[in-house]
């Protein structure tokens, strides 16, 4: 797609990778809607900031609403919490439904009519090694990012129909507020956002930001042994 030509919503974009993204979406000549749960969060120039909690459906109707024009959607806003599945709070389970799957999908739902408008749209869905893996810390958040996975491939095939390119962004830990208490090697979120929009602008489907993703999907084929040696 043409970056340069592009009118981009970012959600999350007030701090972490979607800081990134529509800071660097901005410097390659894109129109940019940086989308927060507080805008006043939002502290780059030469960006819109817009109100967007993409777990209040009234909030995406109203940013959905007061745009009308945009080309490329990238939903990265992203939540982890950290709850287990077995014994964490369920209304934190649920958080990360709401947030990663629930949020996503309603988000594509509420643009897609504007995405149709162009001839060259797209949808980037920022997606993490723990949607094909996990851990018991990580249960919720995995699931999650699995559900968000799934969605990714579905609307990909539905939005063909009306032009609209999905890609999906896999990556490991990333410098992020998010990962602050990770003890583990993290890339460098200003790194990860330029391989996407990178690999946006050659129209890929799928990105893989690190070996570790690349490590990872190549696992699946091993079946349960492979990624968790235990059960082997
Ligand atoms: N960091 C990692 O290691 C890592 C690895 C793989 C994938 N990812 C994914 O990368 C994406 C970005 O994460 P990050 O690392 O940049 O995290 P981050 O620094 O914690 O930033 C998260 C962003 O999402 C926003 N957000 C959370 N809930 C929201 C909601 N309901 N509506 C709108 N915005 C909401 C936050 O806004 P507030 O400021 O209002 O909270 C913040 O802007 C996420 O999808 C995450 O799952 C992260």
Redesign the pocket.
Known sequence: MDIEGSVALV??????????FAEQLRDRGATVYA????PE?VDLAGVTPIA?????LD?IARAAEVTGDVTLLI??????TGASLLSGPLADIR?EM???YF?TLNVIRAFAPQLALSGDSAVLN?????SWLSSPSMGA?SAA?SA?WSLTNALRQELAAQGTRVTS???????????RG?DAP??D?AAVARFALDGLAAGRAELLADEISHQVIAGLAGGVGALYPAFA
């Open positions: 959600t999350g974009a007030n701090r972490g990778l979607g800081r990134h989308a927060a749960r507080n969060a967007l909690d993409v777990t209040d909030s939903n990265n806003a992203g939540t982890l958080t709401e947030t990663h949020g920022v997606l993490s090694v723990l958040y990012k968000e962004l896999h990556v490991g830990y990333m410098n992020t507020d998010m990962a990770v993290k890339s979120p």
